[in-house]
């Protein structure tokens, strides 16, 4: 039989036995209770002990052989662990039943279940962590055992060249060797982050400045789920409107000022970028700018301030620490960024600092490494692990920098209650 | 005094000055991303309302025993070119299904070639001088027409423009989906319940909340990365199925409805948990009976706008796959599928201009259903709320 009609039968056998543990787990109790004994829980908890008693053991059971087919290669037959998880099942309904009795508490043993079970899930959160951790790490060691390590991080020519030929064992004389040498990569990467703030931060921080200190309320119920639509839009359609749109418009203004730009320049996805990233830095912005006390600007208002030099002088830079944090954070989201630089950037590494060139960045090159036809164990794929393990420390980083700062902000404005 | 009243009044005339401008600046820039988002919405209907028709052409279709094996001899030679190959590769079969039609000679109306679609929306096409004057022609006649596509909308992929359409996508998002649904819902809310009723307040605890903050800044790339080494290397689940799709997109969603169901179970009072315990419920029961329904609308918004950021993701499903070329409508959780952006995405890299069209139909597509499941949210949201 079919691995997926077993898991069908198998499931359908654990549903019966335990919807008969819990009628006869039923029937047991309010038949001790009718007898004139008080009881320690409802009939009711004492069948959902009985069901739990019956499925949890057997889908235990039935894991820990999964895990054990999957880690350590056991051959146990499918069909075998099937049974022997429907044996416990039965051998969990016996149990349940004599348990069944007056001084047995059957709440708090459901109750000290769930809980298990609750925290259980908790700790999917920290196995996801650890996967992406150990996912990561593992290829990217295989990688670092092929190219060295200090060649990675300061090479300036990214060219993989016929490194899947050379994993296939077919290397020949005189072809050039891959080079792996990630500068042109974090170049491009840091040039389209630059271009994104340069037009997200100050829109956004004005936005931010407006809707807290001028608009009125109407303006506000307006301007915010608008933002909020401008955050929804899938990145994938921003990546076509900076491919299609925005690119070739980049080169005509380009061409009349007499530049010459590339069609997969780094303006257009960093233009967009920076759209895409406003309403981050903008609401949160907002926040902090609101979480300002209204004393502060009160009081520089009376020594006779205008608005402007209150928001310039007192509640911008009480505010700082809150706005560089959202900077940090929406600088890592644009470094992290891959659809909309995969479809509007090009693809040869290109160390240069005209914005106007095409260039490539980290993200693509993680995408084109594991969407081509190179086998698994080539260099090539595997420089895509190592670049997301550089990735992945980046934006660590910075979030944790931009947790600590806003902590930082929230602390020293939670003791003025005025 | 050292400065004379004319130069105070002065002075904080320009200082005046200089608040209104910032006033109009700030306004200014909020205005710029207004413009944005209209400009783009205009730029999108403009280039995609056209996906949604398509041309097709009435010319007699001669069902005679040549068109058996090669159905090109079903039209007449001038207007083959115009005819879509898609369509003529279909008339062996409907002669075998229907052996009435053998001998019949009928004035059809039939899907034109991709061509003729792009010349008459009036863009540059391959189209040879004489075959234009055909098109011309036959639209002078009333026999070449723009008619609603509904093949957009019934049918998968093809290499032919004229065939392309987006139903297997979309079966592939909702395929998709209902597996994070599935596996993210329970997860999160069970994490989330957790955390705020259960947790001791000690390090473990705190450990836990910071991973999810970090979990919920990764980015989506790394989940990608994720699901190829562990769920399609290690664990063996099919790659480019939805099933794989499903679970990488689970744990992106993951730490949006954790965080969303902990707002709601906060914003419920302690009041309502007192009175719980004060007669006599268990910590669970207090939950399950108490909390958790009158925090249910709260969590079912964050869940509708987790699934909503959920859709729109390509790039994690591109690393495991599912940018397969899918022409057919297939509808289980194993097989090769692929996603409606990550069909935008294929259709954008289609050197065939006529592809660009599709490409912003199917983004309009995609956008309509977001802002169809995001305006659900906020109405759930301001029906069931309750203010405390």
Known sequence: MQTNQLILLFSGALLVLGLIAFFMGRAKAAKVRASGTAMYAQPDQYAWFAALATAGPAVAVGAIGAFALLLMGANIPTPYLLAASLVVAAGGMMVAMTQVRPDFHARKAIERTIRFILAGAAMISIFTTFGILISIISEAIRFFQMQSFWDFITGTTWNPGASFLAAAGRAEEGATAAQFGSVPLFAGTFMITLVAMLVAIPVGLMSAIYMSEFAPTKVRTVAKPMLEVLAGIPTVVYGFFAAITVAPLVVSVAGMVGLEASYSNALAPGIVMGIMIIPFISSLSDDVINAVPDSMRQGSLALGMTRAETIKDVVVPAALPGIISASLLAISRAMGETMIVVMAAGMRPNLTANPLEDMTTVTVRIVAALTGDQEFASAETLSAFALGLVLFVVTLTLNMVSVIMIRRFREKYRSNNL | ?388
């Not at chain 2, 034109?112 to 792009?118: E, W």
């Not at chain 2, 359409?165 to 599935?182: K, N, P, Q, Y």
């Not at chain 2, 939805?242 to 993951?254: C, D, F, S």
């Not at chain 2, 983004?363 to 759930?380: M, P, S, Y």
């Open chain 2, 1 to 388: 005094m050292r400065q004379s009243f004319d130069d105070i009044s002065a002075q904080l005339k320009g200082r005046h000055r200089k608040s209104a401008r910032l006033k109009w600046m700030s306004m200014g820039a909020l205005g710029l991303a207004g413009l944005f988002l209209v400009f783009f919405f205009t730029d999108m209907l403009i280039k995609g309302l056209p996906a949604f028709q398509q041309a097709q052409v009435q010319v007699q279709v001669d069902y005679n025993e040549m068109a058996q094996d090669i159905p090109l001899a079903a039209v007449e030679e001038d207007v083959r070119p115009l005819v879509s190959r898609g369509y003529l590769r279909l008339i062996p079969g409907r002669m075998e299904d229907n052996p009435d039609l053998l001998g019949t000679t009928r004035m059809e109306w039939v899907l034109a070639d991709g061509q003729v679609d792009q010349y008459l929306k009036g863009h540059h096409t391959n189209l040879s001088a004489s075959e234009e004057s055909v098109v011309d022609e036959l639209a002078a006649e009333g026999r070449a027409e723009l008619k609603f596509n509904t093949n957009f909308f019934t049918r998968g992929d093809s290499k032919m423009p004229e065939l392309a359409g987006i139903a297997s996508a979309a079966m592939g998002t909702v395929m998709t989906l209902l597996v994070t649904i599935a596996v993210a819902f329970p997860i999160g809310v069970m994490t989330a319940v957790y955390l705020e009723e259960f947790a001791p307040d000690n390090r473990f605890t705190q450990m836990i909340e910071i991973n999810i903050n970090n979990l919920a800044a990764i980015p989506s790339i790394l989940f990608g990365l994720l699901g190829l080494a562990i769920f399609i290397n290690f664990f063996g689940v099919p790659r480019s199925s939805p099933l794989v799709g499903g679970l990488t997109l689970a744990l992106m969603t993951l730490p949006v409805i954790i965080i969303a169901t902990r707002t709601a179970l906060r914003s419920v009072p302690d009041t309502i948990r007192h009175a719980a315990f004060g007669v006599g419920c268990s910590r669970w029961q207090v939950v399950r009976d108490h909390v958790l329904p009158v925090s249910m609308p709260g969590i079912m918004t964050g869940s509708i706008i987790g699934l909503a950021q959920a859709m729109g993701e390509t790039a994690p499903l591109i690393i495991v796959g599912m940018v397969a070329f899918i022409p057919d409508v297939t509808a289980t959780f194993t097989d090769a599928a692929t996603v409606m952006p990550a069909q935008i995405f294929t259709w954008a890299g289609e050197p065939d201009r006529a592809f660009t069209e599709k490409t912003a139909g199917g983004i309009l597509v995609l956008l309509t259903i977001l802002i169809a499941l995001n305006a659900t949210a906020v109405v759930l949201r301001k029906k069931f709320e309750r203010r405390w």
